[in-house]
C-alpha cells in the first residue's frame, strides 16, 4: 500500500465517471468514481481537496482510495 497524498480535484465528470486531481507537485493524476471513498453517488467537485493514494497500471499511474477532505 502506497502513502497518502493530497491534491486538489482538476476536474471531475459526473456524467462520464472520471476527472483529474492535481497532485501538489502540479501534476495531474487520472480518478475513476469507483475508487471514490463516499457513500451514496460517487462523484468530486471541481477545487475539493482529496487524500489519495496512487496505484501504477498498464496505462500507467491513476488514483485510488480517494477520500474527500
Not at 476536474?11 to 462520464?16: A, E, G, L, P, Y
Not at 469507483?34 to 487524500?51: A, C, P, R
Request: proline fraction near 1%.
Amino acid at each position: 500500500m502506497s502513502d497518502k497524498l493530497e491534491g486538489t480535484v482538476k476536474w471531475f465528470d459526473s456524467r462520464k465517471g472520471y476527472g483529474f486531481i492535481e497532485k501538489e507537485d502540479g501534476s495531474d493524476i487520472f480518478c475513476h468514481f469507483s475508487v471514490i471513498n463516499i457513500e451514496g453517488y460517487k462523484t468530486l467537485k471541481d477545487g475539493q481537496k482529496v487524500e489519495f493514494e496512487i496505484e501504477a497500471n498498464d496505462k500507467g499511474e491513476r488514483a485510488t482510495n480517494v477520500t474527500p477532505l
